[in-house]
């Protein structure tokens, strides 16, 4: 397989892996390509590659730059902004946690706040209470786990996914 093959490749399955992170599939190709690409790379170069309209590129250079996967390069002379990847895959394995954390289990968390709330009064309320309490101490502790992941230094994820 040739490079350019290999590229599109990763790029094109990139770009669907990141649904799962919660993220649209040009906003994960983006990512890609800024990720297997040595140089920086302006919007205009992104449109042409992944054949992208301008809007499209723009915002989702925005969503990338807010997640802190990628961040703007000033280039001396150019008048175009110019991105580059966070390149540090621990890095960017805690910014994909602390994201889908935010998205998804804070917001269940709250939830199982609001609800457990209710007596148990029958048999029916005994069972809902029983297991929303139950998931409630789960995901607190997947909380603590994943805001342990998000403060520890990122080299200790490295050693361990890569072994």
């Known amino acids: 397989m040739d490079l350019d093959s290999a590229q599109g490749k990763f ?26 690409t040595k140089d920086d790379m302006c919007a205009d170069d992104l449109m042409a590659k992944l054949c992208m309209s301008r809007g499209n590129v723009n915002m989702n250079l925005r969503a990338l730059e807010g997640w802190l996967l990628i961040e703007k390069v000033y280039k001396p002379g150019e008048r175009k902004d110019y991105y580059k990847a966070e390149k540090d895959l621990s ?13 998804e289990l804070d917001p ?3 939830l199982l706040n609001e609800v457990n709330a209710v007596m148990p009064k029958c048999p029916e309320s005994s069972e809902f209470c029983r297991m929303t309490k ?10 603590h ?4 992941i998000s403060k520890s230094n990122a080299e200790w994820i490295s050693k361990i996914l890569l072994r």
Do not use: P
């Open 145 to 148: 786990a994943l805001n342990a």
């Open 11 to 36: 790029i094109h399955e990139w770009g669907k892996l990141s649904t799962n992170w919660g993220v649209n599939r040009a906003m994960g190709q983006i990512h890609a390509l800024l990720l297997v």
């Open 91 to 103: 890095k960017i394995f805690k910014i994909i946690i602390a994201e889908r954390k935010k998205k």
């Open 134 to 143: 139950n998931l409630h101490r789960f995901a607190k502790k997947a909380d």
């Open 108 to 110: 269940l968390l709250g």
